[in-house]
């Protein structure tokens, strides 16, 4: 059974940073890629960032390019997403999903991490 757990989030102030990790387990990775969803009250969950697990490709949403990067350590098992300069419109509960590679839809998710950026 794939178990997701995010942790990391928290409340910040805009300009500030923070990385969300998203820790793995119930089988191995190799043919999955691995992502982030947020989803802010009121809206639909959108597309943050995914990568390919065995390769470390990645895609990020033209909102959050050149702010965020979503990496992986396969030693842990976790993957990451380095949040800089957060603006209010970041704000969101923050979902790690997974997939196998040959899959069109997100699998499994995880119960979700909360983030609050004040102006």
């Known amino acids: 059974q794939v178990q997701l757990v995010e942790s990391g989030g928290g409340s910040v102030q805009a300009g500030d940073s923070l990385r969300l990790s998203c820790a793995a387990s119930?089988?191995?990775?190799?043919?999955?890629?691995m992502g982030w969803f947020r989803q802010a009250p009121g809206k639909e969950r959108e597309f943050v960032a995914w990568?390919?697990?065995?390769?470390?490709?990645?895609k990020h949403a033209d909102s959050v390019k050149g702010r965020f990067t979503i990496s992986r350590d396969n030693a842990k098992n976790t993957i990451y997403l380095r949040m800089n300069s957060l603006k209010p419109e970041d704000a969101a509960v923050y979902y790690c999903?997974?997939?196998?590679?040959?899959?069109?839809?997100?699998?499994?998710w995880g119960q979700g991490t909360q983030v609050t950026v004040s102006s």
């Open positions: 119930g089988r191995t990775f190799e043919t999955y890629a």
């Open positions: 990568i390919i697990w065995s390769s470390g490709s990645a």
């Open positions: 999903t997974a997939k196998p590679l040959i899959s069109s839809a997100w699998t499994y």
